[in-house]
């Protein structure tokens, strides 16, 4: 499985959780990667994003002040902070990976419920 995520899981709102993607190592020149979610009957939107080395991120304007990305090369990990957590951000969430020469890896998801 060339991504891996996890830190899923239930919450109340206002709860944190933590997200994390590993990805495997026989993914080469990972550059952009970024976190998805998908709720039941919606399209999967972009929740963050970030750049090859981590210095340039953006946002979906819902999450904006609440979750942080980041992201350790070292490691081959990227992760979401995800703070003050509301309902509405019950989801799956899933990774995804663009190497240099344009191949897109997703994550198997995690589930994000968060209970009122």
């Known amino acids: 499985v060339p991504l891996v995520e996890s830190g899923g899981g239930l919450v109340q709102a206002g709860g944190s959780l933590r997200l994390s993607c590993t990805a495997s190592r026989s993914i080469f020149s990972i550059n952009t990667m970024g976190w998805y979610r998908q709720a039941p009957g919606k399209q999967r939107e972009l929740v963050a994003a970030?750049?090859?080395?981590?210095?340039?991120?953006n946002y979906a304007d819902s999450v904006k002040g609440r979750f942080t990305i980041s992201r350790d090369n070292a490691k081959n990990t990227m992760y979401l902070q995800m703070n003050s957590l509301k309902p509405e951000d019950t989801a799956v969430y899933y990774c995804?990976?663009?190497?240099?020469?344009?191949?897109?890896?997703w994550g198997q998801g995690t589930q994000v419920t968060v209970s009122s």
């Open positions: 995804r990976a663009r190497t240099n020469i344009g191949l897109i890896y």
């Open positions: 970030i750049s090859t080395d981590g210095g340039n991120t």
